[in-house]
């Protein structure tokens, strides 16, 4: 938690601002018990008016300040938390972006997000409580048993034995509190991957009628971190309770003695009011100490789970800058694998298995096989978005570890299974690809995907909007679309990740002549064999080996696996 504190640095002015007003406010605060028992003693019961005229005005002018010194510490205290709070998302969300998948996978996505939104808003609110009143309640509280003992030292002396054993059953209450705000934000996590899920396949949901099943999967999280949070509110709730009949029994305490006192004049009726505004004032700060004890709780619980993402190393290979011969652009896109084997971390098996194939410049390369078989592990190595296991992967004769990893993906348009469109306009979406793409540029790729006559139907054509994950377009037309960003970006190679398979052969085999002007090497993974034919190679792949390769005449009389896919697409004939 007190690491999160480095994050107020830059604000320190801010938050000095904020705290000097709210120290203001503090010490005027408990002056006035004490200017109320001058007025009491040496105004009323004297019965001088002017006295207690003169008290009555210094009572308004402190308030006075009071109220303006609460105004700018808030507005201080808001400033700097809200600016913090900033700071740290930004931090935690570049953080986020340095990560490779699996510590991605490892995190889970619902939980980044709890953390990014959540956890942070925890953070923001604390610090402004804690600018705004929380230091404020243990310093009143402290200067509250001041000022009585100065009022009258005897009766004060129950503070002495009565708070520290309160402080001690509250920080008791705070550690219990923490741990069970941990398991309130777990469960946060557990919802929000619910509804990611739920939301993001609400037309599966439907065609399976499958709402009641999912209503009740919700509900049985949502109960859980229901009483999660009762649990954890209740034990904290305990403490007001607590405190309250503490106080409430010193008020009752200063009044007996207080009277005995006043009786035998050692004490006059103002001290009395005064010491029990201060017991007042304290009862009020203790029962915010208790509503701290919530929001401490929570923080902790956020700022722990906030700096387990700060404190994991960045290990994205776009990090790591690790080329020795300072390669950074991909010439001819020339492709070769030799003997290369990859295990995924944390997989029990190799999902390729002494791998070796060649594709030359400009060439096209389609991969076949059963699904699980490796088709897309092969591209993702290509990608860099893994490195092998064994084995050389190279690239225009050069390991790919020795490329500068950005400036390699710079040079690769990659089309993954699944088409993610993001909210904006069409040209956004392509331009997404390539940002410095001019306007030709974006139509000219959006021509060599086939999209282009489908956009200039739409009503605003390249500035139509896409609703989230695009929606309003069909699963063909998001394929084409994702395709024109990835060829926006004039790849020297480019992978297509199964990413046809919503197109009509037609339409199809259109793009694909389209894109061999281009000249780039393509690789492209298939289930159709009518496209496969079109390639210059095709691999062939079953349990993560290569078991055929070579163009379609060659494997259908030497690849026993090629024809068996054939044969069940075409017919034996
Ligand atoms: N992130 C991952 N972590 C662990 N294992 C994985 C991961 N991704 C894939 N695998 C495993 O690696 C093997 C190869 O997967 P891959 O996705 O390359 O197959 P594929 O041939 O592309 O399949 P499909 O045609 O269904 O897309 C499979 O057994 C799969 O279960």
Request: with cysteine; charged share 20%.
């Given at each position: 938690?007190?690491?999160?504190?480095?994050?107020?640095?830059?604000?320190?002015?801010?938050?000095?601002?904020?705290?000097?007003?709210?120290?203001?406010?503090?010490?005027?605060?408990?002056?006035?018990?004490?200017?109320?028992?001058?007025?009491?003693?040496?105004?009323?019961?004297?019965?001088?008016?002017?006295?207690?005229?003169?008290?009555?005005?210094?009572?308004?002018?402190?308030?006075?300040?009071?109220?303006?010194?609460?105004?700018?510490?808030?507005?201080?205290?808001?400033?700097?938390?809200?600016?913090?709070?900033?700071?740290?998302?930004?931090?935690?969300?570049?953080?986020i972006?340095s990560f490779s998948l699996s510590t991605l996978t490892r995190f889970q996505t619902?939980?980044l997000?709890?953390?990014?939104?959540?956890?942070?808003?925890?953070?923001?609110?604390?610090?402004?409580?804690?600018?705004?009143?929380?230091?404020?309640?243990?310093?009143?509280?402290?200067?509250?048993?001041?000022?009585?003992?100065?009022?009258?030292?005897?009766?004060?002396?129950?503070?002495?034995?009565?708070?520290?054993?309160?402080?001690?059953?509250?920080?008791?209450?705070?550690?219990?509190?923490?741990?069970?705000?941990?398991?309130?934000?777990?469960?946060?996590?557990?919802?929000?991957?619910?509804?990611?899920?739920?939301?993001?396949?609400?037309?599966?949901?439907?065609?399976?009628?499958?709402?009641?099943?999912?209503?009740?999967?919700?509900?049985?999280?949502?109960?859980?971190?229901?009483?999660?949070?009762?649990?954890?509110?209740?034990?904290?709730?305990?403490?007001?309770?607590?405190?309250?009949?503490?106080?409430?029994?010193?008020?009752?305490?200063?009044?007996?003695?207080?009277?005995?006192?006043?009786?035998?004049?050692?004490?006059?009726?103002?001290?009395?009011?005064?010491?029990?505004?201060?017991?007042?004032?304290?009862?009020?700060?203790?029962?915010?100490?208790?509503?701290?004890?919530?929001?401490?709780?929570?923080?902790?619980?956020?700022?722990?789970?906030?700096?387990?993402?700060?404190?994991t190393k960045s290990d994205d290979l776009?990090m790591?800058?690790?080329?020795?011969?300072?390669?950074?652009?991909?010439?001819?896109?020339?492709?070769?694998?030799?003997?290369?084997?990859f295990q995924y971390p944390d997989a029990?098996?190799?999902a390729?298995?002494?791998?070796?194939?060649?594709?030359?410049?400009?060439?096209?390369?389609?991969?076949?096989?059963?699904?699980?078989?490796?088709?897309?592990t092969?591209?993702q190595?290509?990608?860099r978005l893994y490195d092998?296991s064994?084995?050389?992967?190279?690239?225009?004769?050069?390991?790919?570890?020795?490329?500068?990893?950005?400036?390699?993906?710079?040079?690769?348009?990659?089309?993954?299974?699944?088409?993610?469109?993001?909210?904006?306009?069409?040209?956004?979406?392509?331009?997404?690809?390539?940002?410095?793409?001019?306007?030709?540029?974006?139509?000219?790729?959006?021509?060599?995907?086939?999209?282009?006559?489908?956009?200039?139907?739409?009503?605003?054509?390249?500035?139509?909007?896409?609703?989230?994950?695009?929606?309003?377009?069909?699963?063909?037309?998001?394929?084409?679309?994702?395709?024109?960003?990835?060829?926006?970006?004039?790849?020297?190679?480019?992978?297509?990740?199964?990413?046809?398979?919503?197109?009509?052969?037609?339409?199809?085999?259109?793009?694909?002549?389209?894109?061999?002007?281009?000249?780039?090497?393509?690789?492209?993974?298939?289930?159709?064999?009518?496209?496969?034919?079109?390639?210059?190679?095709?691999?062939?792949?079953?349990?993560?080996?290569?078991?055929?390769?070579?163009?379609?005449?060659?494997?259908?009389?030497?690849?026993?696996?090629?024809?068996?896919?054939?044969?069940?697409?075409?017919?034996?004939?």
């Open positions: 938690m007190f690491k999160m504190l480095s994050f107020i640095k830059p604000y320190r002015i801010h938050a000095s601002i904020a705290w000097m007003f709210m120290l203001i406010e503090l010490l005027l605060e408990l002056m006035l018990p004490f200017i109320i028992a001058k007025m009491i003693d040496d105004g009323i019961q004297e019965l001088k008016l002017d006295v207690v005229i003169h008290w009555g005005l210094v009572l308004v002018a402190a308030s006075i300040v009071v109220f303006l010194s609460g105004i700018i510490n808030t507005f201080y205290a808001a400033y700097t938390s809200q600016n913090v709070g900033y700071d740290i998302r930004e931090k935690l969300y570049s953080q972006q619902s939980s997000v709890t953390r990014l939104t959540n956890d942070v808003a925890q953070l923001q609110q604390t610090i402004f409580m804690g600018l705004r009143i929380m230091m404020k309640a243990p310093l009143l509280i402290a200067g509250a048993i001041i000022m009585s003992f100065i009022v009258n030292a005897r009766l004060a002396m129950f503070f002495i034995i009565v708070v520290p054993l309160l402080l001690f059953f509250l920080v008791w209450i705070f550690k219990k509190a923490g741990t069970a705000f941990v398991s309130v934000q777990r469960r946060l996590d557990q919802i929000n991957r619910i509804m990611r899920e739920n939301l993001g396949a609400i037309r599966l949901i439907k065609v399976f009628s499958r709402k009641q099943y999912e209503i009740k999967r919700f509900n049985k999280e949502s109960v859980s971190l229901q009483k999660q949070t009762i649990s954890a509110f209740r034990l904290i709730e305990t403490s007001t309770p607590i405190t309250m009949l503490i106080m409430n029994f010193i008020i009752m305490t200063f009044l007996w003695f207080g009277s005995i006192q006043v009786q035998t004049n050692t004490a006059t009726a103002g001290e009395i009011v005064a010491l029990i505004n201060y017991t007042t004032r304290i009862i009020s700060f203790l029962s915010i100490f208790s509503m701290m004890i919530m929001i401490f709780s929570r923080a902790k619980a956020s700022a722990g789970r906030i700096h387990e993402v700060m404190e776009n790591n800058v690790s080329f020795k011969k300072n390669r950074d652009v991909i010439n001819h896109g020339h492709i070769s694998f030799h003997h290369v084997s029990q098996e190799f390729l298995k002494n791998v070796s194939f060649e594709v030359k410049s400009g060439e096209t390369l389609a991969i076949v096989g059963e699904t699980g078989s490796g088709k897309s092969i591209v190595l290509i990608a092998c064994e084995g050389n992967l190279c690239i225009d004769g050069m390991n790919i570890e020795d490329f500068a990893v950005k400036s390699l993906r710079d040079d690769i348009g990659f089309v993954l299974q699944e088409s993610h469109l993001f909210t904006g306009t069409i040209k956004d979406n392509i331009k997404w690809g390539n940002k410095l793409a001019a306007e030709e540029e974006v139509i000219e790729a959006a021509k060599s995907s086939q999209i282009h006559h489908n956009i200039l139907k739409f009503k605003n054509q390249y500035d139509t909007l896409i609703g989230q994950k695009g929606v309003n377009l069909s699963g063909g037309q998001k394929q084409r679309l994702a395709i024109a960003r990835a060829l926006v970006r004039k790849p020297k190679i480019l992978l297509l990740d199964d990413c046809t398979s919503a197109l009509d052969v037609k339409t199809e085999a259109k793009l694909l002549q389209s894109i061999k002007p281009m000249k780039c090497t393509t690789i492209m993974i298939t289930q159709k064999i009518s496209t496969a034919m079109n390639a210059d190679q095709i691999l062939v792949m079953n349990k993560g080996e290569v078991v055929g390769c070579g163009n379609h005449e060659e494997l259908i009389h030497n690849c026993y696996l090629y024809r068996q896919i054939y044969e069940t697409q075409y017919g034996k004939e």
